[in-house]
């Protein structure tokens, strides 16, 4: 990990007091025009960020950690921020929680607001926008300043960072195998997260299991657009295809698969079995209550808070980690029971 530079460390590398550099980044006229040049191109060229109320602490932690998630009306990230949460308050921590409604401007401006203020680390899951851009430069210069950073279920490979996540393609394989194994023969995807990377390994998932367990079954993957009307959509695919299984790759989808088939005089899981990812209370409560996927959403956020405070005590000092959370399939009412073959 990268270490934060402070004007202790130029003042050292030029052999000058503090107070010379830190007159010399503020151009003062005390100071000769060589020596502020060659001072201000070494603080660029270390990336050192100013930062009036860290200098005021020197060297002491304020405690403070920055929270950035997508969605915080998202069950997934709320019940990840209750375990960051959670983690912080039994160490003394104090949170600053941002949310970038998954807009890469958004995130940009929270994170430079983030950086300039008195923080210690930050946590993150990476915006939709940001996603589709793959423009990650603003991550990476956290990364590059010495700023401890953890991401987390949406992560990039190509930022230098801790990271946890959620085994996706796993999780949707065992789905679709549980929703074959229980007799579906023509098992189909409705996914809202094609732009995503969690979208595209259980897109991956869900056809690796077809090929392993009904190779005969065409793959039926139907995206569905952030502007498009979500009940249209299902109508149009329940109308136009044989389909006898729904998993569904995020909570609004099945809120609205649910009710539809109801509309339309489908049994389930008699006529058509349902698989949700994301588990919440909704999806328990539904009738029939619903299969879901359980991400152990608080756990993640509880072990991305470990991790980063870990990183800040200096209790782990080693390479940056990835760890990987498995899934569980909480079966319930939507689904049917395994058939013996």
Sequence with gaps: MAQRITLKMIAENFGVSISTVSKALNNSVEISKDTKIEIQKYASFVKYKPNSIARSLRNSQTKTIGVVVPNIQNNFFSKAFAGIEEVCSANDYTLISCISDDSYEKEVKTIELLKNGALDGIILSIAEETEVRKDYRHLKNVADEGIPLVLFDRVVDNVSCDKIIVDDFDAAYNATRKLIQSGCKHVAVVSKLDALSVGKLRAAGYKSAIKDYNPDQPEMIFSIGKSED????????????????????????????????????????????????????????????????????????????????????????????????????????????????
């Design 230 to 341: 979500i009940t249209e959509c299902l109508i149009e695919v329940l109308s136009t295809h044989r389909i006898d299984a729904l998993l569904c790759f995020e909570e609004t989808a099945t809120l609205n698969a649910v009710q539809l088939l109801k509309t339309l005089g489908k049994r389930i899981p008699e006529d058509v079995s349902v698989i949700s990812f994301t588990n919440n209370d909704l999806q328990k409560f539904l009738t029939p209550a619903v299969t879901t996927v359980s991400q152990h959403a608080r756990k993640i956020g509880m072990t991305a808070a470990t991790m980063l405070i870990k990183r800040l005590e200096k209790k782990h000092f080693g390479d940056h980690q990835t760890k990987v959370i498995c899934t569980s399939l909480i079966e319930r009412d939507s689904t049917r029971a395994f058939k013996t073959f």
